[in-house]
């Protein structure tokens, strides 16, 4: 039986649902807006409407703005009022507290995540999961061009908890990051079928399983491999 050392695993849509930070990040930018006297109510509509086409677009902001036919003097403002919005509470997937205690009885953890590095940590502390982690890797800490699937955050986290690429299994949603990324370093793959990218073909990447989410991802490598701590 092969074994397995470490697990890698992504926060956003693979932990909890991404969509659940967002909703109460619009919600903080039009109350921004409303102090710049726009019409926040209706920045707050074409902000979840333009988001809905997808999170990862970018200048979702400037779109709004747009949107609403005023010009963007008060972008930088609003991108700032997101940047600088920290969730207090985001609840995780349905079983995936309960998952993770079984998981780290047997195996360190490490987290590799997108985005704004303190945003991204204080979205951790706010699903109340952070205490199962030994490693927190945020690649924006290397700069952006270091992002997912670029190799050197999961590198990082496999050299933080001394465990070898083949010893380790990488757990996320996205395959164009999470699976590509990972596959590159050649570290097992798990695609979790959670969130925006839930019903995104990944046939051209080398995703190795695909399971509902992270509990029934965790409950099937439990059963087909031995989890271990380094030697
Ligand atoms: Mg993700």
């Not at 109510?41 to 970018?58: D, F, K, M, N, P």
């Not at 204080?122 to 030994?134: H, I, M, N, P």
């Not at 800490?141 to 001394?162: C, I, N, T, W, Y």
């Amino acid at each position: 039986m092969s074994h397995i050392t470490c697990l890698l695993i992504d926060l956003d849509d693979t932990l909890y649902p991404q969509a659940d930070f967002l909703d109460q990040a619009w919600t903080a930018v039009a109350d921004h807006a409303a102090r710049l006297a726009l019409d926040a109510a209706r920045l707050e509509t074409a902000l979840r409407t333009i988001a809905q086409a997808g999170s990862a677009q970018g200048r979702i902001i400037n779109q709004a703005l747009a949107k609403l036919g005023v010009d963007d003097s008060n972008a930088a403002l609003l991108v700032a009022a997101f940047s600088n919005f920290r969730p207090c509470r985001l609840t995780p997937y349905v079983g995936v507290d309960a998952a993770l205690e079984r998981l780290k009885v047997h195996t360190p953890l490490a987290l590799i995540t997108d985005g704004n590095p303190a945003q991204q940590r204080a979205k951790l502390l706010a699903t109340g999961l952070a205490d199962y982690f030994d490693v927190v890797v945020c690649s924006d800490d290397g700069g952006r061009a270091f992002r997912k699937p670029h190799e050197r955050p999961f590198g990082r986290g496999l050299e933080s908890l001394k465990a070898s690429a083949h010893n380790a299994v990488m757990v996320g949603d996205s395959p164009h990051k999470d699976i590509l990324g990972a596959n590159r370093l050649v570290v097992r793959t798990i695609r979790v079928r959670t969130g925006e990218y839930a019903a995104v073909d990944s046939n051209a990447t080398l995703t190795v399983a695909s399971f509902a989410d992270v509990p029934d991802a965790i409950d099937r490598l439990r059963s087909n491999v031995e989890l271990r701590r380094s030697a």
